[in-house]
């Protein structure tokens, strides 16, 4: 069974996605935002998954190899197993390549399309990886049903499809390069005329006003296709995507934008630093509400990357037992704590530089100290101990449920941007 297009299956054979030089192995590990095992244990196993105990990975999807390659390096040595299902021979052969170079045993390659899955006798998986790949189906419904088929009780999804009103240039360059390519039988006459359309664009194409959003177009001929020249591609909405994964398919949803986190999906943080006096009302609403908002109001998502479990299976904050840690920051812990020990001003203003965010943050009385015992191997408990060890506070030392209250801001903020997160110790 296969519900992908003809087209879509010779656009991967012909281009495979994302184009890779397997010799590349030897210089650089290319890293997928999603598939970091930090964050799937923060999302989607309450940071309680130690990754040893016969972890099983499905990318269903997975071209030429870039989540397949990160996760079979971040457990090699463990008994985990990988499946790399791909429709495409030529993708899954760069792949395969690229694992070669790496003396990578720990992955296994299956050429069928997903949609096959129940019947191919994989087992079930832990985590499934399905990345751009559900957007190209005719139905995607059949798609996500066969991927949830194949996935454990416990299990998570990590997946991306394209979002409608940040793609909203590349939809219309879609549209016109159909009409432009309508008597262009070929592959290479459809890519050559799309190469001179980007060109010679006037500014005030939409495509142009927002060409900051994509890259795909800047690589090459398998990036300009997948873009611009795509036979099967659609999109959703937040609200979209609550309607058909959750309402439909009873999952949770937990958004984790590529270098942003959560930010985007939050009205307040992306409005910051304005916090406009209507704000009070959104965030009283209902978080998709909030989340639907906030994908209007920014503009820039083009895509919707997140995790999906059975109920919440985030990492709670409140447990003394979890350990906080750094994230895709160099910043350590004592190094911010440092930083809000010299700024007297209150309310303090957070300038984070990679998510571009400015946000007054209220790092309470206990903020900093917490701030300076963070480590990536100390409990909250260890933390809080230290803590109220201190000169300062010995007299009247604050209990674990005073420190959790006046971290939670500072907590909040760091999460959201994906830079303090939680795991546990047999983690
Ligand atoms: C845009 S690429 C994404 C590759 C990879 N997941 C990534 O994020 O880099 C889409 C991939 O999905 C594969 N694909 C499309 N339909 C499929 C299906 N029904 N079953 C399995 N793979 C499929 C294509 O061959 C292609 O390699």
Same mark, same amino acid.
């Given at each position: 069974m296969n519900n992908s297009l003809p087209q879509v299956h010779e656009q991967?054979?012909?281009? !495979? *996605?994302?184009p890779r030089e397997p010799a590349e192995e030897r210089q650089r590990l290319v890293t997928t935002w999603l598939d970091s095992l930090a964050m799937i244990n923060h999302y989607c196993f309450a940071?309680?998954?130690?990754?040893? #105990?016969?972890?099983?990975? &499905? %990318?269903?999807?997975?071209? /030429?190899? #870039?989540t397949t390659i990160y996760l079979a390096e971040q457990l090699r040595g463990t008994n985990a197993r990988i499946v790399h299902l791909d429709l495409s021979e030529a993708s899954i052969a760069i792949a395969r390549r690229r694992a070669e170079i790496r003396g990578l045993d720990n992955i296994q390659w299956v050429q069928e399309s997903l949609l096959d899955l129940p019947q191919l006798d994989l087992g079930q998986f832990d985590y499934i990886n399905c990345s751009g790949v559900l957007h190209h189906l005719q139905d995607p419904d059949a798609g996500l049903r066969s991927l949830k088929q194949v996935l454990a009780v416990d299990g998570a999804i990590g997946m991306m499809v394209y979002a409608t009103y940040g793609r909203t240039g590349v939809y219309q360059m879609q549209e016109l390069l159909r009409q432009?390519?309508? @008597? /262009? @039988?070929?592959?290479a006459g459809r890519l050559e005329n799309a190469r001179q359309l980007l060109a010679t664009l006037p500014p005030t194409n939409w495509f142009a006003r927002g060409e900051q959003l994509v890259f795909d177009h800047r690589h090459g001929d398998a990036g300009i296709y997948d873009l611009l020249l795509h036979a099967q591609d659609r999109s959703y /909405? %937040? $609200?979209? &995507? *609550?309607?058909?994964?959750? @309402?439909?398919?009873?999952?949770?949803? $937990?958004?984790s934008d590529v270098g942003r986190g959560r930010s985007p999906y939050l009205p307040q943080l992306i409005l910051a630093p304005r916090q406009p006096p209507f704000l009070a009302k959104v965030r009283q609403m209902p978080l998709r509400r909030q989340q639907a908002i906030a994908e209007l109001i920014g503009g820039t998502l083009v895509m919707h990357a997140f995790f999906l479990t059975r109920g919440s299976r985030v990492?709670? *904050?409140? @447990?003394?037992?979890?350990?906080?840690?750094?994230?895709?920051? !160099?910043?350590t812990g004592p190094e911010l704590s440092a930083i809000i020990h010299r700024n007297t001003a209150t309310p303090f203003i957070m300038q984070h530089s990679h998510t571009g965010i400015t946000v007054p943050v209220d790092t309470g009385r206990f903020g900093k100290f917490i701030l300076k015992y963070i480590d990536g191997r100390r409990?909250? $408990? $260890?933390?809080?101990?230290? %803590?109220?060890?201190?000169?300062?506070?010995?007299?009247s030392p604050p209990n674990n449920e005073t420190l959790f209250g006046d971290f939670v801001a500072l907590y909040e903020f760091l999460n959201a941007i994906e830079r303090l997160l939680l795991t546990r110790r047999r983690a």
């Open positions: 991967y054979e012909a281009l !495979p *996605y994302p940071g309680e998954q130690d990754f040893k #105990d016969g972890f099983r990975v &499905l %990318v269903a999807g997975g071209g /030429t190899g #870039d432009i390519n309508a @008597d /262009t @039988d070929s592959m /909405t %937040v $609200e979209q &995507l *609550y309607a058909w994964l959750h @309402d439909e398919h009873g999952f949770h949803i $937990e958004f990492a709670p *904050y409140g @447990d003394p037992a979890c350990i906080p840690f750094f994230c895709h920051e !160099p910043i409990s909250f $408990e $260890e933390v809080f101990s230290l %803590v109220r060890a201190e000169e300062k506070f010995r007299r």
